[in-house]
């Protein structure tokens, strides 16, 4: 299985934004990935649906789809401003959603693949019944709302937990997505854990290096 690597612009260089999304995609990213924080669910606020928009020209270039991350209370609410913006994948929290079946289809109906993720302290058995209902499930390996953070390493477990109950109810073809901490030196654990696709904020987008180096090490490390 080829593990996919999403660029997180959440630690991006804002003033270039447009540039380092294309210079991440060229490096070998398969998608952007955008972290929609409201400054309620989570402390910080970062970005809408005008960001999306400004991106999508970008992405349609290379064929990259964006993968969007609602950190956001009542995101029913926002997710057609999203879906008009160009999301081609929306994720939503199993925490902040008040009929998370009913977002769900919503996401669906408007021609969107659609994801639910938990906070790192919310067990699985929050989202097992609405697993065969989605195309993706995002495991947060920090405590979302900010970039930076250290992966948990409790994160590995939980991974493979998901990845056992996945194989087991013949939904290998939902995708499951970490984000949160993941850097060269940690990257083939959490691969092996049972990730199909992997988000990267901080170690793609640093002055350490280009980002494409930092991609290319990224892809080194997963082997």
């Known amino acids: 299985m080829t593990t996919k690597l999403g660029a997180s612009i959440l630690t991006a260089d804002f003033s270039r934004l447009g540039e380092q999304a294309r210079e991440a995609i060229a490096a070998g990213a398969d998608f952007i990935h955008l972290d929609v924080m409201d400054g309620r669910f989570v402390p910080h606020i970062t970005i809408g649906p005008l960001v999306v928009a400004a991106l999508r020209p970008i992405a349609d270039e290379a064929g990259a789809p964006l993968d969007v991350h609602l950190m956001i209370e009542n995101p029913e609410q926002h997710i057609p401003d999203f879906v008009e913006a160009g999301a081609d994948i929306i994720t939503i929290h199993i925490e902040a959603s008040k009929n ?124």
Request: aromatic share 2%; glycine share 8%; net charge neutral.
């Open 100 to 223: 998370i079946k009913n977002t769900i289809q919503l996401i669906r109906r408007l021609n969107v693949r659609p994801g639910v993720t938990l906070r790192p302290n919310t067990p699985l058995r929050a989202i097992e019944e609405i697993l065969p209902e989605v195309d993706l499930v995002l495991i947060m390996s920090v405590e979302p709302g900010y970039g930076g953070q250290s992966y948990l390493p409790s994160s590995t477990e939980k991974i493979a937990h998901l990845r056992r109950m996945l194989d087991e109810r013949g939904l290998a073809n939902v995708e499951l997505e970490v984000d949160g901490g993941i850097k060269a030196h940690n990257i083939a654990e959490v691969a092996a854990a049972g990730a199909s696709v992997i988000v990267v904020g901080s170690a793609v987008f640093n002055h350490a290096a280009s980002v494409s180096d930092n991609i290319a090490a990224l892809r080194r490390a997963l082997g």
